[in-house]
């Protein structure tokens, strides 16, 4: 992956994580929609671990970010 698609990844990623819809994230940053759903997918099941079983949009904290960092763990 070239320095441009890694970049449209991680902009997606963070509009992933603000709570953006897939459809909108892959509309502005140029990745496939298939990659984006794939990144969401990703990002629950790392939130889910992170939380204890459950998403920040099922916990109702609407557009709560996430610390960075907890999901990297």
Same mark, same amino acid.
């Given at each position: 992956?070239? &320095?441009?698609? #890694?970049?449209?990844?991680?902009?997606?990623? /963070?509009? =992933?994580? @603000?709570?953006?819809?897939? +459809?909108?994230?892959?509309?502005?940053?140029?990745?496939?929609?298939?990659?984006?759903? &794939?990144?969401? #997918?990703?990002?629950?099941?790392?939130?889910? /671990?992170? =939380?204890? @079983?459950?998403?920040?949009? +099922?916990?109702?904290?609407?557009?709560?970010?996430?610390?960075?960092?907890?999901?990297?763990?």
């Amino acid at each position: 992956m070239n &320095k441009t698609e #890694q970049a449209k990844q991680d902009m997606a990623l /963070k509009m =992933l994580k @603000g709570q953006i819809d897939v +459809e909108e994230v892959a509309m502005i940053s140029g990745v496939s929609l298939e990659t984006v759903q &794939k990144m969401r #997918q990703d990002l629950d099941e790392k939130e889910r /671990k992170a =939380l204890g @079983g459950i998403t920040v949009k +099922e916990a109702g904290f609407g557009s709560v970010l996430i610390d960075n960092d907890v999901l990297d763990e």
